[in-house]
């Protein structure tokens, strides 16, 4: 199965372009290849699904444009992301939210905006969690997204002073990135 993101996740991260960056979109989206080049000529559909090349490929170039290449903004990104999407989309969720609640949701999350893959939760309690993303060509850019959104996913549910790290990547050779989540009682 081909690696797909939904388009609410490109659509988030043209809205985030269009609000930080001056010189505009259409310059950075014209250094994209030609084929990711070509989705972006059409609107894209929130819930409609996309070649994960046109999301990876408009994170990279986002990073390099408009962050250095450090991949620093891409963390920035996901916590943006995770601020937006925790507080419009899932608020029905976060009336009754804890961190437990949400990290007991996180595949359902994943399912929700790419596929194919998974999230997997091997270890938790009530102030930290581990986490595991599989079976998903995820780029490193992807990766710091991730780690962004779940640190502000976990603020935002109601854990005091939240840290997320990426401890293990498949980009460095492990068969899943997994990461560790940490907060104060
Ligand atoms: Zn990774």
């Given at each position: 199965m081909n690696a797909e993101a939904k388009g609410v996740g490109l659509r988030g991260i043209l809205k985030y372009i269009k609000l930080?960056?001056?010189?505009?979109i259409s310059s950075l989206l014209s250094r994209l290849a030609d084929p990711e080049k070509k989705i972006f000529e059409s609107p894209i559909l929130t819930s409609k699904w996309y070649p994960y090349s046109a999301f990876a490929g408009l994170l990279k170039i986002m990073d390099e444009e408009?962050?250095?290449?450090?991949l620093r903004l891409c963390r920035k990104y996901g916590e943006s992301a995770g601020s937006l999407d925790l507080s419009s989309i899932f608020k029905i969720f976060l009336k009754v939210g804890s961190p437990q609640f949400i990290i007991k949701r996180s595949d359902w999350f994943w399912k929700q905006y790419y596929r194919p893959g998974g999230m997997e939760v091997p270890e938790t309690s009530d102030t930290m969690v581990r986490i595991r993303i599989k079976d998903f060509p995820m780029v490193k850019q992807h990766c710091m997204v991730m780690e962004g959104w779940m640190e502000k996913s976990l603020l935002m549910s109601g854990a005091k002073n939240p840290r997320m790290k990426e401890v293990q990547c498949r980009n460095e050779g492990a068969p899943f990135c997994e990461y560790i989540g940490e907060w104060d009682k």
């Open positions: 930080n960056h001056e010189p505009g408009m962050g250095g290449g450090d």
